[in-house]
Nanobody
Framework: VQLQASGGGLVQAGGSLRLSCAAS????????MGWYRQTPGKQRELVAT???????NYADSVKGRFTISRDNARMTVYLQMNSLKPEDTAVYYC??????????????WGQGTQVTVSS
């Protein structure tokens, strides 16, 4: 398993959760990392990404509520989710992408972790 995600669960609206995704060293050190989410019948959508030099990008729907970070010593990327809303309910997937000269070299997906926010 190249990416191992954890931390999902059930939380009430307004609550918080932190997702973690551990990667192998060879992947983590050269990859931009990200979190995506998917609900039944919909396409997988971007939540947040963080590059190898810590530049971040967020979906408009989560800006100001979610924070992505990476711990290079632990080879782990985190998604801190605060002020959760029922519409954040989804399966969350960790993603790793490695680029070279603007070309995608490889991409990995984690197994997904369910986040359910009750109203």
């Amino acid at each position: 398993v190249q990416l191992q995600a954890s931390g999902g669960g059930l939380v009430q609206a307004g609550g918080s959760l932190r997702l973690s995704c551990a990667a192998s060293e060879i992947i983590f050190s050269i990859s931009d990392m990200g979190w995506y989410r998917q609900t039944p019948g919909k396409q997988r959508e971007l939540v947040a990404t963080i590059t190898t030099d810590d530049s971040t990008n967020y979906a408009d729907s989560v800006k100001g509520r979610f924070t992505i970070s990476r711990d290079n010593a632990r080879m782990t990327v985190y998604l801190q989710m605060n002020s959760l809303k029922p519409e954040d309910t989804a399966v969350y997937y960790c993603n790793a992408r490695s680029w070279r000269r603007a070309m995608l070299q490889f991409e990995y997906w984690g197994q997904g972790t369910q986040v359910t926010v009750s109203s």
